[in-house]
């Protein structure tokens, strides 16, 4: 069972254009600087159901709506991938025309090569993804001038273009 602690209907910091986003719970990396330690416990917030799913769904509807950010907490955690996955496939199937992007403290190696971040749906989150922010924060590496991410160790990856390039890693120009 998954928990969120925040659902934001128009978010302009997570991603390009006007978003909803996910913040959802729980999270085993605890990096140091972290700015929402609260979502380290897995059971923060509210219980994630498919209220809360249609919820989310409703808030992406207008044309305004880019699409999904997902963040957190660690929503790569394998706890909370199994209903992650559900999410973005309705997104895919009721509102094909928008974007997902995704906050990782895990790596694109790690989410693409066997690691403890991998499960039974993790190639399918990433094969409906279009941005992943990857990487740890890293409180020695804060620079608030970067564009969509808090240490220069974390890098913006068009998924799609990775995936078609065996799975290298091509960073997002947007």
């Given at each position: 069972?998954?928990?969120?602690?925040?659902?934001?209907r128009?978010?302009?910091?997570?991603?390009?254009?006007?978003?909803?986003s996910?913040?959802?719970?729980?999270?085993?990396?605890?990096?140091?600087?972290c700015f929402?330690?609260?979502?380290?416990d897995?059971?923060y917030?509210?219980?994630?159901?498919?209220?809360?799913?249609?919820?989310?769904?409703?808030?992406?509807?207008?044309?305004?709506?880019?699409?999904?950010?997902?963040?957190?907490?660690?929503?790569?955690?394998?706890?909370?991938q199994?209903?992650?996955?559900?999410l973005?496939?309705?997104?895919?199937?009721?509102?094909?025309g928008?974007t997902?992007?995704?906050?990782?403290?895990y790596?694109?190696?790690?989410?693409?090569?066997?690691s403890?971040?991998?499960c039974e749906?993790?190639?399918?989150?990433?094969?409906?993804?279009d941005?992943?922010?990857d990487?740890?924060?890293?409180?020695?590496?804060?620079?608030?001038?970067?564009?969509f991410?808090?240490?220069?160790?974390q890098?913006?990856?068009?998924?799609?273009s990775?995936?078609?390039?065996n799975?290298?890693?091509?960073?997002?120009?947007?």
């Amino acid at each position: 069972m998954m928990h969120y602690g925040a659902i934001k209907r128009n978010d302009i910091a997570n991603g390009i254009g006007i978003r909803t986003s996910l913040f959802v719970s729980g999270c085993t990396h605890q990096c140091p600087g972290c700015f929402q330690p609260q979502t380290w416990d897995f059971e923060y917030g509210e219980v994630y159901t498919e209220e809360t799913e249609q919820r989310i769904i409703d808030l992406m509807r207008p044309d305004y709506n880019e699409g999904l950010t997902i963040l957190g907490g660690e929503p790569m955690e394998p706890e909370n991938q199994r209903e992650i996955v559900k999410l973005i496939r309705r997104v895919r199937s009721e509102l094909p025309g928008k974007t997902i992007w995704i906050y990782s403290g895990y790596t694109w190696a790690e989410l693409t090569r066997e690691s403890r971040a991998r499960c039974e749906v993790t190639d399918e989150i990433l094969s409906m993804t279009d941005v992943l922010v990857d990487g740890e924060f890293m409180e020695s590496k804060k620079d608030i001038t970067l564009r969509f991410r808090g240490s220069s160790n974390q890098n913006i990856i068009d998924v799609q273009s990775s995936l078609s390039n065996n799975k290298q890693m091509v960073l997002w120009r947007g």
